[in-house]
C-alpha cells in the first residue's frame, strides 16, 4: 500500500504537539457519538486545535425537550415548521409530497430566499411529485423537487414544484451560478418498475424560475446510484459520489464539462466522466488512522458513463481496478478542496473493515486524498445511529452532520475546535412497542444555512417536514 501519514503540528495552550488522532464523546442525553479526528482540520473547521473530549454543554448546551413533540433544540433556540408533507401547495398544482431529503438555499430579490428541496419517492410511493407540464421527464416517475419561497422575515411566500417526473432524488449541491443540481438514486430503466424513460441522471432546477431550467436530464455525468455533488468554483468541475450499499460499492467520480462555469444550462453542453483511483486502496473503508494521505490520485475515464449493459461500478478499469466506497453520500466544496462522506461500512456486507462513517477531502491541486474525521468503531460506543449523511459547512466554522441511522436521530454540530455537540433530535416518533418506548424515528436531511447565516433549515425524512432554526449562533 503507498501512502503517506501526514502529521501535523498543532499548538493547544501555548503548547507545540503532535496529533495524528483524537477521540471525543458527546452527551447528548440519548446517545454518544464515538469520533476521531485527525489534526489535519485547519480548513475543515477553520482551525487548527487538536480534539478534546466534552461532555454534558458543549456546544450550545443540552438539548431541551420540544413540548411540542417536533424537535429539540438547546436552549435560546427556536423552531418553525415551513411546510408538511400531505398540505396543499400554494401554487395549487396538489399536495405537499413526502420523503422530504436534500435541500439547497438561494439568495432571491428583496431579501427572499429560495429553498429548492428534493423528494426520494420511488415507484412504489402513494402520493409523488405532482406532474406539471414544462417541468417533468417522466410521467411515470414519482420524485423531483419542490420551491419554496421565504419573505425577508422567514415566512413562506409561495411553495411549488421545481421539477417532477424524476426518480429517487436523493441530495445534490449547488451550481456556483446558483441553481441546483438534483440527483436520481437509481439506475432504473424504461420499463422497470413502469418507468417509461431512463434514469439514474442529474438534473438543474432554477430555484428563481424553474420553468428556466425545465426537466432535462444532464446525462453526460453519468447515469448510476447518484447521491451528492459539489462544483469547484474556480475550475468548474464536478464532484459526485455514488450511494451504493451493497457490493460492488459506489466510486468518487468528477465531471469536466465542456463548458466549465458557463452558467445556467451549461452542463447540458456536456464532458467527460472520469472515476477516482487510489493506488493500492481498492476500498476506501481499509484505512482506519484519521490525517492519513494518498499522493498521486488517479482519474481514470470511464468505459460507459450511460450503464447501456453495465453498471459503471462492474465496469473494466483496466487490470489496476478502480476504488470503492461503501455508502458514498454528502458531498461538498469547502477552501480549496472537496469534502465527502462514506455513511458507514460493514464487514458483514462486504467492506474491507468497518467504520460509523468516515469524512475525507481531495484537494485537487495536490493531487491529494486526506481521511478527516472517523466516527466509530474502535471506540467503546458502537451505536447504529452513528452514521453521517448530509453535511453542510456552519457559518461560524466547523460542519452540520445529519445522522441516519437506528434510534433517535440528531444533527450533530463539529466545531473549529474539534469538539462536537448535539444541535437537534428528531422527537417525532414513527411508531412505538409494547411499553410505550419509541422504536423508529425520522432520519434527518438537507441541513443548510440561510444565505447570511442567521437560519439553519433542515428536513426530517419521514413524517415530512421542513424546519427553520433561529438562535444565538456564534
Same mark, same amino acid.
Given at each position: 500500500?503507498?501512502?503517506?501519514?501526514?502529521?501535523?503540528?498543532?499548538?493547544?495552550?501555548?503548547?507545540?504537539?503532535?496529533?495524528?488522532?483524537?477521540?471525543?464523546?458527546?452527551?447528548?442525553?440519548?446517545?454518544?457519538?464515538?469520533?476521531?479526528?485527525?489534526?489535519?482540520?485547519?480548513?475543515?473547521?477553520?482551525?487548527?486545535?487538536?480534539?478534546?473530549?466534552?461532555?454534558?454543554?458543549?456546544?450550545?448546551?443540552?438539548?431541551?425537550?420540544?413540548?411540542?413533540?417536533?424537535?429539540?433544540?438547546?436552549?435560546?433556540?427556536?423552531?418553525?415548521?415551513?411546510?408538511?408533507?400531505?398540505?396543499?401547495?400554494?401554487?395549487?398544482?396538489?399536495?405537499?409530497?413526502?420523503?422530504?431529503?436534500?435541500?439547497?438555499?438561494?439568495?432571491?430579490?428583496?431579501?427572499?430566499?429560495?429553498?429548492?428541496?428534493?423528494?426520494?419517492?420511488?415507484?412504489?410511493?402513494?402520493?409523488?411529485?405532482?406532474?406539471?407540464?414544462?417541468?417533468?421527464?417522466?410521467?411515470?416517475?414519482?420524485?423531483?423537487?419542490?420551491?419554496?419561497?421565504? $419573505?425577508?422575515?422567514?415566512?413562506?411566500?409561495?411553495?411549488?414544484?421545481?421539477?417532477?417526473?424524476?426518480?429517487?432524488?436523493?441530495?445534490?449541491?449547488?451550481?456556483?451560478?446558483?441553481?441546483?443540481?438534483?440527483?436520481?438514486?437509481?439506475?432504473?430503466?424504461?420499463?422497470?418498475?413502469?418507468?417509461?424513460?431512463?434514469?439514474?441522471?442529474?438534473?438543474?432546477?432554477?430555484?428563481?424560475?424553474?420553468?428556466?431550467?425545465?426537466?432535462?436530464?444532464?446525462?453526460?455525468?453519468?447515469?448510476?446510484?447518484?447521491?451528492?455533488?459539489?462544483? $469547484?468554483?474556480?475550475?468548474?468541475?464536478?464532484?459526485?459520489?455514488?450511494?451504493?450499499?451493497?457490493?460492488?460499492?459506489?466510486?468518487?467520480?468528477?465531471?469536466?464539462?465542456?463548458?466549465?462555469?458557463?452558467?445556467?444550462?451549461?452542463?447540458?453542453?456536456?464532458?467527460?466522466?472520469?472515476?477516482?483511483?487510489?493506488?493500492?486502496?481498492?476500498?476506501?473503508?481499509?484505512?482506519?488512522?484519521?490525517?492519513?494521505?494518498?499522493?498521486?490520485?488517479?482519474?481514470?475515464?470511464?468505459?460507459?458513463?450511460?450503464?447501456?449493459?453495465?453498471?459503471?461500478?462492474?465496469?473494466?478499469?483496466?487490470?489496476?481496478?478502480?476504488?470503492?466506497?461503501?455508502?458514498?453520500?454528502?458531498?461538498?466544496?469547502?477552501?480549496?478542496?472537496?469534502?465527502?462522506?462514506?455513511?458507514?461500512?460493514?464487514?458483514?456486507?462486504?467492506?474491507?473493515?468497518?467504520?460509523?462513517?468516515?469524512?475525507?477531502?481531495? $484537494?485537487?491541486?495536490?493531487?491529494?486524498?486526506?481521511?478527516?474525521?472517523?466516527?466509530?468503531?474502535?471506540?467503546?460506543?458502537?451505536?447504529?445511529?452513528?452514521?453521517?449523511?448530509?453535511?453542510?459547512?456552519?457559518?461560524?466554522?466547523?460542519?452540520?452532520?445529519?445522522?441516519?441511522?437506528?434510534?433517535?436521530?440528531?444533527?450533530?454540530?463539529?466545531?473549529?475546535?474539534?469538539?462536537?455537540?448535539?444541535?437537534?433530535?428528531?422527537?417525532?416518533?414513527?411508531?412505538?412497542?409494547?411499553?410505550?418506548?419509541?422504536?423508529?424515528?425520522?432520519?434527518?436531511?438537507?441541513?443548510?444555512?440561510?444565505?447570511?447565516?442567521?437560519?439553519?433549515?433542515?428536513?426530517?425524512?419521514?413524517?415530512?417536514?421542513?424546519?427553520?432554526?433561529?438562535?444565538?449562533?456564534?
Amino acid at each position: 500500500m503507498r501512502f503517506r501519514h501526514v502529521r501535523v503540528p498543532v499548538r493547544q495552550q501555548g503548547v507545540a504537539m503532535t496529533a495524528t488522532r483524537r477521540h471525543l464523546l458527546a452527551g447528548t442525553g440519548t446517545a454518544l457519538a464515538g469520533i476521531a479526528f485527525s489534526g489535519a482540520l485547519a480548513e475543515l473547521f477553520a482551525g487548527t486545535a487538536a480534539a478534546s473530549v466534552h461532555t454534558g454543554n458543549t456546544g450550545y448546551g443540552p438539548l431541551v425537550p420540544d413540548p411540542d413533540g417536533l424537535l429539540d433544540l438547546p436552549r435560546g433556540f427556536r423552531y418553525r415548521v415551513l411546510s408538511r408533507e400531505g398540505a396543499p401547495l400554494r401554487s395549487g398544482e396538489g399536495a405537499v409530497p413526502g420523503r422530504f431529503d436534500g435541500m439547497g438555499a438561494f439568495a432571491g430579490r428583496r431579501g427572499r430566499v429560495h429553498l429548492v428541496r428534493n423528494h426520494e419517492n420511488s415507484a412504489r410511493v402513494t402520493s409523488g411529485v405532482p406532474t406539471v407540464p414544462g417541468l417533468t421527464y417522466d410521467p411515470a416517475a414519482k420524485g423531483g423537487c419542490t420551491v419554496l419561497t421565504l $419573505d425577508a422575515r422567514g415566512g413562506v411566500l409561495d411553495e411549488r414544484v421545481g421539477i417532477a417526473g424524476t426518480a429517487v432524488n436523493c441530495a445534490g449541491g449547488p451550481t456556483p451560478w446558483n441553481t441546483w443540481l438534483t440527483c436520481e438514486e437509481t439506475e432504473d430503466l424504461a420499463g422497470t418498475n413502469g418507468y417509461a424513460r431512463d434514469h439514474g441522471f442529474v438534473f438543474e432546477v432554477d430555484p428563481a424560475d424553474p420553468r428556466r431550467s425545465g426537466a432535462v436530464p444532464l446525462t453526460a455525468m453519468g447515469r448510476f446510484q447518484h447521491e451528492a455533488v459539489a462544483v $469547484d468554483p474556480r475550475t468548474g468541475v464536478v464532484y459526485e459520489t455514488e450511494d451504493a450499499f451493497q457490493r460492488p460499492f459506489g466510486l468518487f467520480y468528477r465531471f469536466l464539462p465542456d463548458r466549465p462555469l458557463g452558467g445556467p444550462g451549461s452542463l447540458r453542453a456536456g464532458g467527460a466522466l472520469e472515476a477516482m483511483r487510489v493506488p493500492d486502496v481498492p476500498d476506501l473503508s481499509a484505512v482506519r488512522e484519521p490525517g492519513t494521505s494518498f499522493d498521486g490520485v488517479e482519474w481514470v475515464p470511464v468505459p460507459d458513463s450511460q450503464a447501456r449493459r453495465t453498471p459503471i461500478r462492474l465496469q473494466d478499469f483496466g487490470p489496476r481496478g478502480i476504488t470503492h466506497a461503501q455508502k458514498l453520500e454528502g458531498c461538498y466544496w469547502g477552501g480549496r478542496s472537496v469534502y465527502f462522506v462514506s455513511s458507514f461500512a460493514r464487514a458483514s456486507q462486504g467492506s474491507a473493515a468497518d467504520h460509523h462513517g468516515q469524512v475525507w477531502r481531495y $484537494d485537487p491541486h495536490r493531487g491529494r486524498l486526506t481521511l478527516v474525521v472517523v466516527f466509530g468503531p474502535d471506540t467503546d460506543l458502537r451505536l447504529p445511529g452513528e452514521s453521517p449523511d448530509n453535511i453542510c459547512l456552519a457559518p461560524g466554522g466547523g460542519l452540520m452532520v445529519c445522522e441516519d441511522g437506528g434510534g433517535a436521530q440528531h444533527v450533530y454540530g463539529l466545531t473549529r475546535r474539534g469538539e462536537v455537540y448535539a444541535m437537534a433530535r428528531n422527537a417525532q416518533a414513527l411508531a412505538t412497542d409494547g411499553s410505550g418506548q419509541a422504536t423508529e424515528w425520522g432520519e434527518f436531511a438537507g441541513v443548510e444555512f440561510s444565505p447570511d447565516g442567521g437560519t439553519m433549515y433542515l428536513n426530517c425524512y419521514t413524517p415530512g417536514t421542513t424546519f427553520a432554526v433561529t438562535g444565538p449562533w456564534r
